[in-house]
């Protein structure tokens, strides 16, 4: 899939002629209602008329909290220079070419608020990567006002509307800062220029928080995302922004669309820090603290690639308003890190899709990977997609669906290792994240206490009782099945099994 393959994928046809009501029937009228009589009462049976209503009233999905005004387009990344010794990614290996989408926003203000109110800006890109869609889900600043997020609503709430007036208060924003004194570095920057960038063009983008980047060595390294504008710097002073507010609250939305419009197409550069894995100890600074950045002098930039945004949305609610963004959406070779932020927001944005748009949010167009997804889960509201009727629908099975990379196939009892997918391991203080079998203890098997069970509680006619039930419960099984229940009843006890076969022989 290319990125124009993205930007389309959900698109309707072109049509022309006579308009249709949902279900395909042929619209009457798009004018005049159904009345009894030519003045008379509208009647409900102008089916038409009622879905027309009815669907009106849907149009909206409730909108983000936070970073609800905002605007994307759509592009690709070009990976220019080898970073292969520190991540083994697929999408930054040399000269791949992969699509993104990239939505910009402000923090604080509603949907129709004005672009230009100081705040900070979001900056989240979206990798559509072979190995799943990869997101970064950062800010126009390095840093951020805390650093665990267990403060976060409180700090957004001191920054939206207050409960009694739905008016803002400055009060609230300055009581929340100067009580959370952490936040001193990012208020600097956001009472500073990067609290007005002019145009979401000319301004920098920030991963912020300290990732893990894992080479094909399985070696770790910690990495700093920065975005750099090709286009330039450029900031409204605090006098222009609240003029621009006034006269077009959406003067950066305009200014993106009608650049990529007229083939002018904004560029950033990808540049990293890398800080290797042991160094995070030592560093004068706690490289998880995301009110901190590193010193450049100590990491400096490493060239990666760039990325160009040249499509524009082919439709605003499909696949900007819908477009959602997880730093959970991560891939191989790229992982989170101890930063008790990054953690928090792990669970918060799935979380908040799920609310916001529904469950089956990642079926839509704009949200799917670009290769076909093999999952268990199933149904839920709006399920579009479905299984092909000959798969299971659970795990472990007889059949060929497949499971995680480190289970055996076979049983549940297997996919012990690593927290592969997490990556923050080793940790030197000595918990690693795992995945441990359940403690055993000198006599836990799965079968002895059963077969106990079945020896020495049951009496003959209990036992007869469970090969009946066993066997009546059996009828339907495919042969490779009976074998399984064989073999089963066979570890709980050899008699059992014996009359197991016994019986359902018969019963078959
Ligand atoms: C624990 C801390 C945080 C929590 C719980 C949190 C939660 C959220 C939530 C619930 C949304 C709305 C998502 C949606 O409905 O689509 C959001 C949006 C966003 N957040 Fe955070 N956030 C946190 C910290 C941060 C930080 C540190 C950054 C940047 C470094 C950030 C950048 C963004 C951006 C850019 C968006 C808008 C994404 C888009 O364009 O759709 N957030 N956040």
Redesign the pocket.
């Known amino acids: 899939m290319n990125t124009n393959d993205i930007v389309t994928n959900g698109m309707g046809p072109e049509l022309t002629g006579t308009t249709h009501q949902h279900g395909g029937r042929p619209v009457a009228s798009e004018n005049v209602s159904i009345t009894a009589g030519p003045q008379g009462a509208t009647v409900l049976n102008d089916i038409h008329l009622v879905e027309k209503l009815a669907h009106f009233n849907r149009e909206r999905v409730p909108e983000?909290?936070?970073?609800a005004k905002?605007h994307g387009a759509f592009g690709e990344l070009h990976i220019t220079h080898d970073v292969s010794a520190y991540t083994k990614a697929q999408l930054f290996q040399p000269n791949t070419v992969t699509p993104v989408a990239v939505?910009f926003?402000t923090v604080a203000g509603e949907q129709g608020s004005p672009d230009t109110w100081r705040d900070v800006h979001?900056?989240?890109v979206r990798f559509y990567t072979e190995e799943g869609n990869f997101d970064i889900?950062?800010?126009n600043t390095p840093t951020?006002f805390?650093r665990d997020?267990m403060k976060?609503p409180d700090f957004i709430h001191s920054q939206k509307r207050m409960g009694p007036t739905g008016l803002r208060s400055a009060d609230a924003q300055w009581d929340f800062w100067t009580r959370t004194p952490e936040s001193a570095h990012q208020v600097t920057y956001l009472m500073g220029d990067r609290g007005t960038p002019k145009t979401s063009r000319h301004q920098d983008g920030?991963g912020?928080?300290t990732f893990q980047w894992l080479n094909a060595k399985g070696e770790a390294f910690w990495v700093k995302y920065h975005f750099k504008t090709r286009q330039g710097w450029d900031c409204f002073t605090d006098e222009e922004a609240q003029e621009m507010a006034g006269k077009n609250a959406d003067y950066q939305r305009e200014d993106l669309f009608n650049a990529i419009e007229r083939g002018d197409y904004p560029i950033w550069d990808v540049k990293v820090q890398i800080m290797p894995f042991a160094e995070a100890e030592t560093y004068r600074y706690n490289p998880f603290d995301?009110t901190k950045t590193w010193s450049h002098k100590d990491y400096p930039l490493i060239d990666v690639g760039y990325f160009v945004l040249n499509r524009n949305p082919v439709n605003y609610f499909a696949q900007i308003e819908q477009?959602?963004?997880d730093p959970a959406n991560l891939v191989p070779g790229v992982g989170l890190s101890p930063d008790r932020?990054l953690m928090?927001?792990a669970f918060?944005?799935a979380d908040?899709?799920r609310y916001?748009i529904g469950p089956n949010y990642r079926q839509l167009p704009v949200n799917q990977p670009v290769h076909p997804v093999n999952t268990y889960a199933h149904q839920g509201p709006m399920a579009y997609q479905f299984n092909p009727a000959s798969a299971p629908v659970y795990t472990p099975n007889r059949f060929d669906k497949g499971a995680g990379y480190l289970d055996d196939g076979v049983s549940s009892n297997s996919g012990y290792g690593a927290a592969d997918e997490l990556f923050i391991n080793p940790d030197p203080h000595g918990t690693d994240l795992g995945r441990a079998p359940y403690v055993a203890h000198p006599e836990d098997d799965d079968f002895g206490q059963a077969g106990i069970l079945y020896r020495e509680v049951m009496d003959d006619g209990a036992k007869d009782r469970l090969a009946h039930n066993i066997t009546n419960a059996m009828v339907g099984v495919s042969p490779e099945t009976e074998q399984r229940c064989y073999w089963y009843w066979d570890q709980v006890d050899p008699q059992l099994g014996a009359e197991v076969r016994k019986r359902f022989a018969a019963k078959k």
């Open positions: 983000r909290n936070p970073h905002g939505r926003s979001g900056f989240a889900v950062g800010n951020f805390l997020g976060f920030f912020s928080h995301l477009l959602a963004f932020m928090a927001r918060a944005y908040a899709h916001r």
